[in-house]
């Protein structure tokens, strides 16, 4: 049914009115007594718990940061049968982000072009949240992704992201430090291994015993992204997450016009299977074998997530075909993932 639903109706809608009133309804989905339904139609096998971190995680198929940008949806999305979600991208100062409209869908490619830029409520709100959900004891892992705030200079990014992670991390149960947002200008610049490192110790020390993570861009080159790898391990983070949109708009199907219109952003969706798979490989080759490493990109369904894991994915994450295959992706995933490993 979905499928048509999108095809005859929501497809003709703005996709971030879309995204708002999907959001609305999986909000509603996070309250009892819809809850208790929802958890029961949807929620994973026993056997495919994961352990890493020092948490375990019902599933290992998990809500990228974008979808829930200020933690509003935990609750709905974990009853949805997701292993884990991970919140934001948070910033320490609250922002509207790029003017609207900055969403695009490339629907021939089951893909979609972004230039959100951090839009949230800031680390304050979304720690009022946070602390609502540890008391409730919500149904699954809550990462917090943190971002540079745009107001601040480059030069002051390391002060920016240690107020977030003050603020966040006694609340989450990881931390994921996000300097591969192509949106943000400068961001990317922080991946730089020189630059990189001591904003990693930095927020490292301000996360205290929260898990550490790094998520890194698909456009760096092989040896960058192996060079990352090695120092996320060398400074002691839990993991690394593989990884952010693309800024590339090779091979898509959608006409170069409506491309072009769209203009710039970052790309995720199916586009970017083969390439997130290259980054997976890189990243597993550079890092011990348990090491937490959290694939992201092109996933869509069970199949591809057990692509993943036999590649060395420690966890997957998707975000994108939320929107092309409805509210039931996470149980589509963790009834195929059943049906794939037996």
Known sequence: MYPLLFRTVLSRFDPEFAHHAGMAVIRVLG???????????????????????????????????????????????????????????VTAIPQDGNPKPRLFRLVPDRAVI???????????????????LRRRRPATIV??????????????????????????????????VNVSSPNTPGLRGLQAVETLAPLLRAVKDAA????????????????????????AVAEGLGGIIAHNTT?????????????EAAGAGGLSGAPLRERSLQVLRVVRAAVPD???????????????VRERMDAGATLVQGYTAFLYRGPLWARQINRGLRRVSA
């Not at 007594?33 to 495919?48: E, G, I, K, Y």
């Not at 861009?217 to 060079?227: G, M, Q, S, T």
């Not at 800024?247 to 491309?259: C, K, M, Q, W």
């Open 143 to 176: 990462g917090a992704n943190i971002g540079k705030s745009r107001v601040v200079d480059v030069e002051n990014a390391t002060a920016d992201y240690v107020a977030s992670a003050t603020r966040l991390a006694p609340l989450a149960d990881y931390l994921a």
């Open 31 to 89: 309250l009892p007594p819809f809850s208790w339904v929802t958890r029961a139609l949807c929620a994973p096998s026993p056997d495919q718990r994961v352990e890493t971190l020092g948490l375990t995680f019902d599933s290992p198929f998990g809500v990228a940061a974008g979808f829930d940008k200020n933690a509003v949806g935990v609750r709905g999305l974990a009853a949805l049968g997701f292993g884990h979600v991970e919140v934001g991208t």
């Open 247 to 259: 800024i590339g708009r090779e091979g898509l199907s959608t006409p170069v016009d409506v491309v």
């Open 290 to 304: 348990d090491f937490c490493v959290i694939s992201v990109g092109g996933v869509e369904t069970a199949s591809d």
């Open 208 to 231: 205290g015993t929260t898990p550490l993570l790094v998520k890194i861009a698909p456009d760096l080159p092989d040896d960058e992204i192996a060079a990352i790898a090695r120092l």
């Open 114 to 132: 972004n230039r959100m830029g951090f839009n949230n409520a800031g680390a304050d709100a979304a720690a009022k949240r946070l602390t609502k």
